[in-house]
């Protein structure tokens, strides 16, 4: 087994921490606070080829490997969490498009998608159907050569910024529950789309979440991704390596919090020495650091399944869950080891732990993880691992 970066990954990881640590990381409270997406971080990034790292090289993409962009992600969102969990947002529903989309849908997005010009919403959820995928009510009726979208889809990350958005919707209300969503391609200007106020955050505040109202939306049936009825798959194909994001996008922000913790610790003088110099915060960054070298394996692994073509699953929750509960407590952590100055606005590190916190919830919570893992575990039983497969969509 091989730890080594490639020449390649190396190259590419200096030349965007060198610009992270320039550019992107100074620049993190403003995009939070500024409450407005951060598109010039976000074409930066695709001029580097890093934004689109995961698009083909044809449509103008970096066509890098799934361990490659994972890479990349973390050292993005090590400067600014809002940036990175815009690329991997965009990123699992853009990648929805490339493996599904018909060759004009390929043609009319992803250039744009792929150089970061251009971004695409994910829109699953809604007000009462979140981690209950099949619950949807959302509703899209054929109508001749159309189809017809009615229904309310919530928490939709930059809803009402992007130039077009990936919408789930029933298609057969008969069908067993999951077999009957389908996946169309929405540009912005649609008719019959309206947008819900911006929901007010706890964190991840430079990128907007509304709720999209959908009401006699009228589409061509060409906006159909993969075939009709194929959108549950889809959807938790693009939520698998979602998780593995949302896992990067925290070690990223928990390296931070560390980073910014020892470096406070080094200056902070009490009882006559800096604070490093006590056992007891000596001790508490050895299992901090412990902790997120787990994270950060376990990830890896999850992405290096995924490079390979397995069906990862069980590992991409294993990484979601295990990386987003070890950021949310590295955090709360360095929020105490600088004591009453990181409980104010004045450092960054209490930001850090409102960011992580969403990313125990959204993209499936750590409890319907936890249910993912234990259903992979019970369905391999006596089987050898690990699991290929070729054909199946998973």
């Known amino acids: 087994m091989e730890f080594a970066l490639t020449a390649d990954q190396g190259a590419m990881l200096d030349m965007v921490r ?11 409270i403003a995009i939070d606070e500024g409450g407005k997406h951060p598109w010039d971080q976000q074409r930066a990034l ?27 992600l973390e050292e993005v969102s090590y400067g600014c969490f809002n940036t990175g969990l815009a690329m991997s947002v965009h990123t699992m529903a853009g990648t929805a498009v490339q493996k599904f989309g018909t060759p004009e849908q390929h043609a009319t ?46 928490w939709i990350t930059f809803g009402g910024d992007a130039h077009v958005y990936l919408v789930y919707a029933v298609t057969d209300a008969a069908a067993p529950r999951g077999k009957g969503i389908t996946a169309f391609l929405l540009p912005a200007d649609t008719p019959g789309m309206e947008w819900g106020e911006d929901e007010k955050k706890m964190g991840g505040c430079g990128l907007a979440n509304r709720q999209l109202h959908l009401t006699d939306c009228r589409i061509p049936a060409s906006a159909v991704v993969g075939a009709p009825g194929a959108g549950f798959q889809i959807a938790m194909a693009g939520l698998n390596g979602g998780r593995i994001g949302i896992a990067a996008t925290c070690t990223g922000v928990a390296r931070r919090a560390i980073d910014e913790a020892l ?64 950021a949310f407590h590295i955090t709360a952590e360095a929020v105490q080891l600088f004591g009453g100055y990181g409980y104010t606005r004045e450092y960054p590190v209490e930001r850090l732990l409102r960011y992580v916190k969403g990313a125990q919830i959204f993209e499936g919570s750590n409890e319907i993880q936890r249910t993912v893992i ?6 391999t039983v006596g089987e050898p691992e690990p699991i290929l497969v070729t054909a199946e969509v998973a």
């Open 46 to 72: 695709g001029q580097m080829g890093v934004f689109g790292a995961l698009f083909g090289e044809e449509w103008g993409g970096g066509g890098l490997d799934f361990l490659t962009y994972i890479l990349l």
């Open 374 to 379: 234990a259903r992979e575990l019970y369905r």
């Open 18 to 28: 060198s610009w992270v640590r320039e550019e992107l990381a100074p620049r993190m």
């Open 263 to 326: 470096k406070y610790a080094h200056e902070r003088i009490a009882f006559g020495q800096p604070i490093a110099e006590f056992q007891g915060i000596q001790w508490k960054f050895a299992d901090l650091a412990t902790e997120l070298e787990a994270a950060r394996l376990l990830t890896y692994k999850a992405a290096w399944e995924r490079s390979r073509g397995e069906r990862g699953i069980r590992l991409a929750s294993m990484a979601k869950r295990y990386a987003t509960d070890a």
């Open 109 to 154: 997005w992803l250039p744009g998608l792929a150089s970061g010009e251009q971004l695409i919403a994910f829109c699953l959820s809604e007000p009462d159907a979140g981690s209950d995928v099949a619950g949807m009510k959302c509703r899209a009726d054929r109508d001749g050569d159309h189809y017809v979208l009615n229904g309310t889809k919530a």
